[in-house]
């Protein structure tokens, strides 16, 4: 039996391909990741802007920042106190040349935190991250660092696919029930608020594994595959009914984005 290890997975996946395809779903071909993004962009200002609109001057963390993605959105929000981080050297590199005005650093959100960062956070993203934590004792880690970094009063931002039936467990991803991970937030002195959203028709529907969805979603995927024509051509076509979708429902079947805000002191 092999241990997976997330480190060296990302280095030669991000070294293989640095771009959104590289940190998205790498069989669906670049243009429909292009357009899967395009929907994360809008769902994440939308839920992140009421974070930071009271704050003078921000300091937000990003976890897992792989080509910087979200830290791009952080600047579009205005965010200028900002540190990108990720696990892996060749991400930190990169963020490093794409964003000469923010702090990137590497970091390990399963492993002990080095003591300036504790309570050093308004705010604090993990996007479409944890779920790629296979191991069960460094999940509880990630989710109790975050209760860490953020201080009190401020917000975690988080994506998880929060199933509302049995887990689903993969090679290097995990999807844990909502009981689960609300617990071990709360147990991390994170409190939910708000829960919305990030896909419903252009991602795997983890939480209706076995309804008319999947099949549909099988469809989806296929189309995809069929050539970089095809693919954007089947992004364009969804983008917009999905972006009507994660407005107008309140549960989604698929990833989903999660709002907690900071309670409590800081200590362990």
């Known amino acids: 039996m092999t241990t997976f290890d997330p480190k060296r997975y990302w280095s030669d996946r991000l070294a293989k391909s640095y771009s959104l395809m590289g940190v998205g779903w790498l069989s669906l071909g670049e243009p429909f990741n292009r357009w899967m993004y395009r929907v994360r962009r809008q769902v994440f200002r939308r839920v992140a802007r009421p974070l930071i609109a009271p704050l003078p001057a921000p300091a937000v963390l990003d976890i897992g920042s792989g080509t910087g993605f979200y830290v791009r959105c952080w600047q579009e929000l205005g965010v200028r106190d900002l540190v990108a981080s990720d696990l892996t050297d060749v991400a930190v590199a990169g963020l490093a040349s794409a964003f000469p005005g923010v702090q990137s650093r590497a970091l390990d959100v399963t492993e ?6 504790e309570a050093g956070f308004d705010v604090v993203s993990a996007m479409d991250v944890l779920f790629h ?3 069960d004792a460094a999940y509880e880690r990630a989710l109790a660092n975050l209760g860490r970094l953020v201080r009190p009063g401020g917000h975690l931002v ?3 696919n929060f199933l509302h039936g049995p887990e689903q467990r993969g090679e290097h991803q995990v999807s844990r029930s ?3 991970i609300t617990g071990l937030l709360r147990g991390a002195g994170l409190e939910p608020v708000s829960r919305v959203p990030m896909f419903v028709l252009m991602n795997t529907p983890v939480d209706e594994p076995k309804s008319l969805h999947r ?3 099988d469809l989806i995927a296929a189309g995809a595959q069929r050539g970089r024509r095809g693919s954007a051509a089947l992004g364009a076509l969804l ?3 999905e972006l009507a979708l994660v407005r107008w429902l309140k549960e989604g079947p698929s ?4 709002i907690c805000r900071r309670v ?5």
């Open 112 to 117: 002990p935190l080095e003591p300036e960062l």
């Open 133 to 135: 934590i296979v191991d």
């Open 158 to 160: 988080l994506s998880e």
């Open 178 to 180: 909502i009981e689960h």
């Open 215 to 217: 099949k549909a979603w």
């Open 239 to 241: 983008y917009p009914f």
């Open 255 to 258: 990833t989903e984005v999660m």
């Open 264 to 268: 409590g002191s800081t200590s362990s």
